[in-house]
């Protein structure tokens, strides 16, 4: 590996271990084994490195959400199995996901990598839907991206929060998809 993958595999570490905002230059320089240097000529700020590892982190956990679904695409089961393995996920010690509460509470204070994780923000939501619905992401259109991704990521982030503040009291996959279920058939009644 070279100096700029070396420097995002210690960036990585870092934000595990240390979170975002206790994350200095040093620490990734020590835990990648190059210099200050290869960070700004590489990634131009420590917060843009910072933040590409993130959104590696979060690309990651794709893998992990997806393994094992067998339920039709766009199904209810499917729902249920998908929101089961995310939160499984956030279930781990050291989860990426504490990670996101982190930094989207520090939004305001790192206006220079905001464009970058709202671009990365709106891919996941494109992944959510590809994932959910079973289809490949390039066949995702940016209009569905914008409804329906963005209402996978608000529930994302919300159950982010609550598995965060109350990991007890928190919904798992089985008591998302019965909610959705009393939405659908709400819906059909009133129509």
């Known amino acids: 590996m070279g100096h700029r993958e070396d420097l ?10 240390k979170g975002f905002a206790r994350t200095t230059a040093r620490d990734i320089v020590k ?5 200050l240097a290869s960070i700004g000529y590489h990634y131009g700020s420590k917060d843009s490195l910072l933040a590409q590892a993130y959104i590696e982190l979060v690309e990651g956990m794709s893998f992990e959400i997806g393994a094992g679904i067998s339920g ?8 249920r199995e998908v929101w089961s393995n995310v939160v499984d996920s ?3 010690p050291g989860s990426v996901w504490r990670l996101s509460v982190e930094i989207i509470a520090m939004g305001d204070q790192l206006p220079e990598v905001r464009d970058q994780l709202s671009r990365a923000q709106r891919e996941a939501g494109r992944g959510m ?3 959910l619905m079973g289809v490949p992401e390039e066949e995702v259109s ?14 994302m982030t919300g159950l982010i929060s609550q598995w965060t503040f109350d990991p007890k009291t928190a919904p798992d996959g089985a008591a998302l998809a019965a909610g959705l279920r009393q939405v659908m058939e709400a819906a059909q009644a009133g129509s």
């Open 90 to 92: 956030m279930r781990e």
């Open 8 to 17: 995002l595999e210690g960036a990585k570490r870092c934000l595990l271990e």
């Open 129 to 131: 839907v590809a994932l």
């Open 72 to 79: 039709a695409p766009g199904s209810l089961e499917r729902f």
């Open 31 to 35: 835990a990648s084994g190059t210099n």
């Open 142 to 155: 940016d209009e569905t991206v914008d409804t329906l991704g963005q209402f996978y990521l608000t529930l």
